[in-house]
C-alpha cells in the first residue's frame, strides 16, 4: 500500500505565505497528474490546482496569480506555494495523485490525508 504524504500547512496571518509538498510514502512505478484540493467546512471539496506530468497546469479562478503548483517528476512530488493568503484560503488541503503502484497494476487515484491551512490574524 503507499499513502500521499502532506506537509507544510499551519496557521499564518493574513497576507503570508505557506508552501505546502506532497510525495508518496514509498517509490511507485509512474504518477501521471498530480493536485491539490481543499475543502472549508461546510463546502464542497474543490480543486485548487492541478499539474500533469508534462508541466501543464490548472488553477482555480479563485487563486490564479496568488498560488502557483510544481513538481519534481525525479521524486514524484508536488508543491503548492500559496502567497498573500487570505482568510477564505483557510481549508483543509488535500493532496491528490494519478498514479501505478507497479507496472501490472490498475492506474488509479490516491489522496493525502489533509493538512489544515488556517489564514487569521
Known amino acids: 500500500q503507499v499513502q500521499l504524504v502532506e506537509s507544510g500547512g499551519g496557521l499564518v496571518e493574513p497576507g503570508g505565505s505557506l508552501r505546502l509538498s506532497c510525495a508518496p510514502s514509498r517509490s511507485v512505478f509512474s504518477v501521471s497528474d498530480m493536485g491539490w484540493y481543499r475543502q472549508a467546512p461546510g463546502n464542497e471539496r474543490e480543486l485548487v490546482a492541478l499539474?500533469?506530468?508534462?508541466?501543464?497546469?490548472k488553477y482555480a479562478d479563485s487563486v490564479k496569480g496568488q498560488f502557483t503548483i510544481s513538481r519534481d517528476n525525479a521524486k514524484n512530488t508536488v508543491s503548492l506555494q500559496m502567497n498573500n493568503l487570505k482568510p477564505e484560503d483557510t481549508a483543509v488541503y488535500y493532496c491528490?495523485?494519478?498514479?501505478?503502484?507497479?507496472?501490472?497494476?490498475?492506474?488509479?487515484?490516491?489522496w493525502g490525508q489533509g493538512t489544515q491551512v488556517t489564514v487569521s490574524s
Open positions: 499539474v500533469t506530468s508534462g508541466g501543464t497546469t
Open positions: 491528490n495523485a494519478d498514479m501505478m503502484l507497479s507496472w501490472f497494476s490498475p492506474r488509479r487515484v490516491y
